[in-house]
């Protein structure tokens, strides 16, 4: 039994905010943090709040915009979160809709029908809420059967969830997968540190995982390997959950947004991503000239380039490994996705890709491809 990758989605916000408009908005907010705490930064009781520069942060990461659900109220220095309405419980969920949006655009590409699809997996780094599972609600929004789950693997979510359902098909509990990734980041952004305000966007992307025997659609991926792994780190981490409010005292702290020791994680986590991908590659005995496309997680340009220089022996030249983050950032498990969604032209039947996600747990999973 062959896997296959058979059609993709993506969704992409209607909202679209610059590293220009934010710095903007960071700025403002610094300086009037700076002046009511004037006296108490004087006698070295706060530190002052220094500002950013758009130079800044293309450099430091390669971001130059992205994509949010609610603009507004991000740049308001009153607020600096986004602000939705609250949907009644017999609405569509707003993580739904826009899972709905991009699972209906990999169901095209693949050819598939609701009637096709008998699972669905919701993987992703947040949920909006714990039950009932995103994923169950999707399925009655499409007029799917079957069943679905949620999974949270953070980053590595989308790459997860494609190998759980690879699974599903191998034991024969599933015929034809949807894997989702709702990615709603922008409520988990801390706007008032200049280190992090500017990484994350929204965006949900979808993929259809089937036998290759089944498979129609005019792009097909098989997949030839496949490993995830996982190592605790507490290098990047979200303290935020419904036990918050237990600890009413901190509930509010700023551990509760999403928060990282970036050299450590760049230190730790590219030589384990690195050796993954170049591990599953001797396993199907392929060598670096024999990849064609690098699809690697979209958090950092400087990450990117590191990895697939690695990789490849050399520096990528041109679309070798495609870069979205400078347009969408960091939007966790989707990034992959989008490279690969937006970045498969060009390549002829037998050609390889990897597949790569990597981010806090640490988590970590690759997947060799070939082009169908």
Same mark, same amino acid.
């Given at each position: 039994?062959?896997?296959?990758?058979s059609?993709?989605?993506?969704?992409?916000?209607? +909202?679209k905010?610059?590293?220009?408009?934010?710095?903007?908005?960071?700025?403002?907010?610094? !300086?009037?943090?700076?002046?009511?705490?004037?006296?108490?930064?004087? *006698?070295?009781? %706060?530190?002052?709040l @220094? *500002?950013? &520069?758009?130079?800044?942060?293309?450099?430091?990461?390669?971001?130059k915009?992205?994509?949010?659900?609610?603009?507004? !109220?991000?740049?308001? %220095?009153?607020?600096?979160?986004? $602000?939705?309405?609250?949907?009644?419980?017999?609405?569509l969920?707003? =993580?739904? +809709?826009?899972?709905?949006?991009?699972?209906e655009?990999a169901?095209?590409?693949?050819?598939?029908?609701? /009637?096709d699809?008998?699972?669905?997996?919701?993987?992703?780094a947040?949920?909006?809420? @714990?039950?009932?599972?995103m /994923?169950? +609600?999707?399925q009655?929004a499409?007029?799917c059967?079957?069943?679905?789950?949620?999974?949270?693997?953070?980053c590595?979510?989308?790459?997860?969830?494609?190998?759980?359902?690879?699974n599903?098909?191998? @034991?024969?509990?599933a015929?034809?997968?949807?894997?989702?990734?709702?990615?709603?980041?922008?409520?988990?952004?801390?706007y008032?540190?200049?280190?992090?305000?500017?990484?994350?966007?929204?965006?949900?992307?979808?993929?259809?995982?089937?036998?290759?025997?089944?498979? $129609?659609?005019?792009?097909?991926?098989?997949?030839?390997?496949? =490993?995830?792994?996982?190592?605790?780190?507490?290098?990047?981490?979200?303290?935020?959950?419904?036990?918050?409010?237990?600890?009413?005292? &901190?509930?509010?702290?700023?551990?509760?947004?999403?928060?990282? =020791?970036?050299?450590?994680?760049?230190? +730790?986590?590219l030589?384990? %991503?690195?050796?993954?991908? &170049?591990?599953?590659?001797?396993?199907?005995?392929?060598?670096?000239? !024999?990849?064609?496309?690098?699809?690697?997680?979209?958090?950092?340009?400087?990450?990117?380039?590191?990895?697939?220089k690695?990789?490849?022996g050399?520096?990528?030249?041109?679309?070798?490994?495609?870069?979205i983050? !400078?347009?969408?950032?960091? &939007?966790?498990?989707?990034g992959?996705i989008?490279?690969?969604?937006? *970045?498969?032209?060009?390549?002829?039947?037998?050609d390889?890709?990897?597949?790569? @996600?990597?981010?806090?747990?640490?988590?970590?999973c690759?997947?060799?491809?070939?082009?169908?």
């Amino acid at each position: 039994m062959s896997i296959v990758i058979s059609g993709t989605g993506l969704f992409t916000p209607p +909202e679209k905010i610059s590293n220009d408009e934010l710095v903007i908005s960071f700025n403002s907010y610094g !300086d009037k943090f700076n002046s009511e705490n004037e006296q108490a930064i004087i *006698h070295g009781e %706060v530190t002052a709040l @220094s *500002h950013s &520069t758009s130079a800044f942060i293309e450099k430091a990461s390669g971001i130059k915009s992205r994509f949010v659900m609610s603009k507004a !109220d991000i740049l308001n %220095v009153d607020l600096m979160k986004p $602000t939705f309405v609250e949907r009644p419980n017999d609405a569509l969920s707003m =993580q739904a +809709e826009i899972g709905v949006a991009a699972a209906e655009q990999a169901m095209a590409a693949a050819n598939k029908t609701a /009637a096709d699809i008998d699972l669905i997996i919701v993987a992703c780094a947040y949920t909006q809420r @714990s039950y009932p599972a995103m /994923a169950i +609600e999707i399925q009655q929004a499409l007029g799917c059967g079957g069943w679905g789950f949620d999974m949270l693997v953070a980053c590595s979510a989308a790459t997860f969830g494609i190998i759980n359902a690879a699974n599903a098909i191998r @034991s024969g509990t599933a015929k034809t997968v949807l894997v989702i990734n709702p990615e709603i980041l922008s409520p988990q952004i801390n706007y008032r540190d200049r280190d992090s305000h500017f990484i994350f966007g929204d965006v949900a992307t979808a993929s259809i995982i089937e036998d290759e025997s089944t498979a $129609t659609g005019d792009d097909v991926f098989k997949i030839i390997a496949e =490993q995830p792994i996982t190592q605790f780190s507490n290098n990047i981490r979200s303290n935020f959950g419904y036990m918050n409010q237990c600890s009413q005292e &901190t509930a509010n702290d700023v551990d509760k947004y999403f928060i990282q =020791q970036g050299r450590k994680v760049f230190k +730790e986590v590219l030589p384990m %991503v690195s050796n993954l991908i &170049t591990s599953q590659m001797n396993k199907v005995n392929l060598v670096p000239e !024999d990849i064609k496309r690098l699809y690697l997680h979209q958090a950092n340009i400087n990450m990117n380039n590191f990895i697939a220089k690695k990789v490849l022996g050399r520096s990528p030249i041109a679309g070798e490994a495609p870069i979205i983050l !400078d347009e969408y950032a960091n &939007t966790s498990s989707a990034g992959c996705i989008i490279a690969l969604h937006k *970045h498969h032209d060009g390549l002829n039947s037998g050609d390889k890709a990897v597949l790569c @996600s990597f981010g806090a747990g640490y988590s970590a999973c690759c997947l060799i491809l070939e082009y169908v």
